[in-house]
């Protein structure tokens, strides 16, 4: 072995690498073939015998790792960790985890009547309790979120007396103490418990232990606000904006936001305008800026409103465009992702922004342009080059729209119509929404064919526009080709399901086409949609009448007086169905209530003067008579009536001036002299001779003046054949429209106790249509521009929204 090994000669007796080459011959393994021991204990048991309490040595001399000598055992520290022990011996079992000890001892079981464990059972119930008292407010159930309120509030006041008990002071949970406070006020508010809500307010904001506690003064600000209290609103407001630091600047601009609205509730104008300046100088935006113009306005300033109105302008949006929506390529992936964030939370988002600035915007311009110029439309084109310069100029067409519909509002059809008409060679949109409103006025003008060329044209400009499909509708159902009108609306319906316009309309063109369980149908689904429509609901009652259900009839009607108890034809129709019932007392009722709110209704007055000679109640009947007779003085049946009326009730005397004040005035009246001379023969007056001759000459004339006619019709067969068919039509024409006026006089003329002639009124049916503000003939479709803003709607009153716990 050492055969191969050069040593280096030892020219030096201090070599540096002397012994490096010498070993221990234990290790040596060449020479275990060698080795007699070694070799007997590998062919023999030898090897495997349990040591002996003698000293084991090797063959080498070395000892045995683990073996005892001299009595005492081995330290093993260094496998001490995997489960030996120092008094281990050889031959024990190998136990690393301690199995033989047996199963763990079990768990010490918890002790839940301890303090600690109260107490944490206890914050943990008031903790739920606040949670569930947020959940129900989110979901809009305001009393059980203050009763679990004030339950958390009850708990925790005792869960702070065990603490105080327990331990000391200084370990009270402060956080859950000022979360429950907190919500028990955000709730309080909510229910409108204003002065509980500021009574918990001020416990907080009076705790030094609370930190951050005087940010909630806004919250009171807000209360005093809603109360009215304006000046304890902008103290609190002043006074949590001196305790909120710099650097929250977004929570300073709400806060002064709130301020400029309050100075604008309490008319101090000028400290508005320095609020909302700031703010527009500092963080500017779209409520600010209106605030603004607002204020401006409120102060007369033209040339401080323009600039306002360019400062509106220039807020940023801070909004992707749309070009980001458009894939670029015809990647899969891309179109993928693209349509899937077209339309999600942030993308709506962004267009109810885009939306508000564009409303903002709009009825900034519309209050201004009529104050800044010398004249509305001057201020209108200003409004209009602002608009364009800007990144809103699509609305500067809008703005051209509205400047059509001011002039409208002042009468000037003319301009209007003109200014329109300047839309025509815009883009299809606007152009669409031009021609809409031109077909609009010619229509409501009774220029069908001129309404019918800008439906035309509205049409063919955007096919998906509801309000220029309705109008054309409008001009076919003028022409009387209902089924026609119908496929408008259908058509119009079918773009613009909310269409309400459409959707009446074709309710009318049923009813038109006697369609009526189809125009029920459509009624009934315009009443799910606008509930408080009372053109809908008597629509509904109408053709339930017309389908012969009056009680169905009766029950839409008594509908349509809650929600308009003062509309006098409505209530003339219920006296009406009730009369053909047989309910003379609730006819009378509503046939009363209608007289009362419209006196000058010729059908109520005959009919409640019927009712009470019916019932001989003559001196009642009469004053309904003299309002007639006042409505109509060339009828001379009322003052006929009046003077019967006096008879009836036994005042001859004034019965007889009556007569001859008619005579007066009607001196060829047959039927008032047949009166004068048997009222002056009963009385036996003089001038009974003087009426006897005047009636006799009166009934020669009417005598000769009949044979003339009747020797007129022998003596021409065919024009009188031809006389008596257009005659016959005629009747047969009015005889439905007569049936009310037939009824009334035929009561009149059956009264016991009276054979004189009562003259029959005007063949004209009681009018019982509603005036249908929505109808055809006065449908106002809505344009396609965008939706007008009421001008009255100018002062911005949102406030920074209240904190509410997490």
């Known amino acids: 072995m050492m055969q191969n090994v050069h040593l280096a000669p030892e020219t030096d007796e201090d070599d540096l690498y002397s012994g490096y080459n010498d070993y221990n011959p234990t290790y040596d393994t060449e020479e275990l073939e060698n080795d007699t021991a070694f070799q007997q204990a590998v062919r023999t048991s030898h090897g495997r015998r349990p040591p002996s309490k003698t000293s084991l040595t090797s063959s080498l001399g070395r000892p045995m790792t683990g073996a005892i000598q001299d009595g005492v055992a081995r330290p093993m520290t260094a496998v001490r960790a995997a489960g030996f022990t120092k008094a281990a011996l050889r031959g024990s079992a190998f136990d690393p985890l301690g199995q033989s000890r047996g199963p763990a001892p079990p768990l010490e079981a918890k002790n839940e009547d301890s303090p600690e464990e109260k107490i944490r059972q206890l914050e943990k119930k008031v903790n739920e309790l606040v949670e569930e008292s947020c959940i129900a407010n989110s979901c809009g159930d305001l009393k059980l979120a203050l009763e679990k309120a004030k339950d958390a509030g009850r708990k925790e006041r005792v869960l702070v007396r065990q603490r105080e008990q327990v331990t000391i002071p200084e370990n009270i949970n402060l956080d859950l103490t000022y979360s429950v406070l907190f919500n028990l006020a955000s709730q309080y508010s909510a229910n409108e418990m204003y002065a509980e809500a500021l009574n918990t307010y001020q416990v907080i904001v009076k705790n030094k232990m609370f930190s951050n506690a005087g940010r909630l003064k806004v919250n009171m600000g807000n209360i005093y606000l809603k109360q009215r209290n304006y000046s304890k609103a902008i103290k609190f407001y002043r006074m949590a904006l001196d305790q909120i630091p710099s650097v929250h600047k977004e929570m300073r601009i709400k806060i002064m936001q709130n301020i400029g609205v309050t100075f604008i509730k309490t008319g101090q104008y000028s400290d508005a305008i320095n609020s909302f300046e700031h703010i527009m100088s500092m963080a500017p935006n779209l409520k600010a800026g209106f605030n603004l113009i607002l204020s401006y306005f409120a102060v007369g300033d033209r040339?401080?409103?323009?600039?306002?109105?360019?400062?509106?302008?220039?807020?940023?949006?801070?909004?992707?465009?749309?070009?980001?929506?458009?894939?670029?390529?015809?990647?899969?992936?891309?179109n993928l992702v693209i349509e899937a964030i077209k339309n999600d939370h942030l993308r709506q988002m962004e267009r109810e922004r885009k939306a508000m600035a564009e409303k903002y915007i709009m009825t900034a311009a519309k209050l201004i342009a009529p104050v800044i110029e010398t004249s509305f439309a001057i201020g209108y084109d200003w409004c209009v080059e602002v608009v364009k310069a800007s990144q809103y100029v699509e609305l500067a067409n809008d703005l051209e729209i509205n400047k059509a519909i001011t002039y409208l509002r002042q009468k000037d059809f003319n301009q209007a119509v003109e200014t329109l008409k300047m839309f025509e060679k815009k883009d299809s949109r606007v152009k669409s929404a031009a021609a809409t409103n031109l077909s609009f006025l010619y229509y409501l003008e009774n220029e069908f064919a001129k309404a019918n060329s800008y439906a035309d044209l509205a049409v063919n400009s955007d096919r998906y526009n509801p309000s220029a499909l309705t109008n054309k509708g409008n001009t076919v159902f003028a022409s009387g080709d209902y089924e026609k009108a119908a496929e408008f609306y259908k058509e119009a319906l079918r773009n613009d399901s909310s269409c309400t316009e459409a959707l009446y309309n074709i309710g009318l063109t049923y009813k038109k086409l006697n369609r009526l369980d189809e125009a029920l149908d459509c009624f009934l689904k315009l009443h799910a949609i606008l509930r408080n429509s009372a053109q809908v609901l008597y629509q509904i009652a109408n053709v339930y009448e017309i389908m012969e259900d009056p009680n169905q009839s009766i029950e839409w009607l008594m509908q349509l007086i809650s929600l308009v108890p003062t509309d006098s034809r409505a209530l003339s129709k219920l006296g009406e169905l009730y009369d053909?019932?047989?309910?003379?007392?609730?006819?009378?009722?509503?046939?009363?209530?209608?007289?009362?709110?419209?006196?000058?209704?010729?059908?109520?007055?005959?009919?409640?003067?019927?009712y009470y000679i019916d019932t001989q109640f003559c001196e009642k009947a009469i004053k309904y008579f003299e309002r007639a007779a006042l409505i109509q003085p060339t009828q001379v049946k009322w003052q006929l009536m009046v003077a019967s009326c006096y008879r009836r009730s036994g005042n001859y005397q004034?019965?007889?001036?009556?007569?001859?004040?008619?005579?007066?005035?009607?001196?060829?009246?047959?039927?008032?002299?047949?009166?004068?001379?048997?009222?002056?023969?009963?009385?036996?007056?003089?001038?009974?001779?003087?009426?006897?001759?005047?009636?006799?000459?009166?009934?020669?004339?009417?005598?000769?003046?009949?044979?003339?006619?009747?020797?007129?019709?022998?003596?021409?067969?065919?024009?009188?054949?031809?006389?008596?068919?257009?005659?016959?039509?005629?009747?047969?024409?009015?005889?439905?429209?007569?049936?009310?006026?037939?009824?009334?006089?035929?009561?009149?003329?059956?009264?016991?106790?009276?054979?004189?002639?009562?003259?029959?009124?005007?063949?004209?049916?009681?009018?019982?249509?509603?005036?249908?503000?929505?109808?055809?003939?006065?449908?106002?479709?809505?344009?396609?521009?965008?939706?007008?803003?009421d001008e009255d709607d100018f002062a911005d009153e949102e406030l920074g929204d209240d904190l509410l716990p997490e």
């Open 303 to 334: 040339e401080k409103m323009k600039k306002a109105f360019q400062k509106l302008i220039a807020v940023p949006l801070e909004i992707d465009e749309d070009d980001k929506y458009i894939s670029p390529s015809d990647d899969p992936h891309t």
């Open 580 to 610: 053909n019932e047989g309910d003379k007392s609730q006819a009378f009722q509503y046939y009363y209530e209608s007289y009362r709110y419209f006196p000058s209704n010729i059908e109520v007055i005959e009919w409640l003067g019927a």
């Open 654 to 789: 004034k019965a007889l001036d009556t007569y001859k004040e008619i005579h007066r005035k009607f001196p060829e009246n047959v039927e008032c002299l047949r009166f004068l001379v048997r009222l002056c023969t009963d009385i036996g007056l003089k001038e009974v001779q003087e009426y006897a001759t005047k009636l006799k000459r009166l009934e020669k004339m009417k005598e000769i003046r009949e044979q003339r006619i009747k020797s007129g019709r022998d003596s021409s067969g065919s024009s009188r054949s031809k006389r008596e068919g257009s005659a016959g039509s005629d009747s047969g024409q009015n005889s439905s429209s007569s049936s009310k006026g037939e009824r009334l006089s035929a009561k009149l003329r059956s009264l016991p106790g009276t054979n004189e002639p009562y003259e029959s009124s005007s063949n004209k049916e009681i009018d019982a249509s509603y005036v249908d503000p929505l109808g055809p003939q006065t449908e106002r479709p809505k344009t396609a521009a965008k939706k007008r803003i």
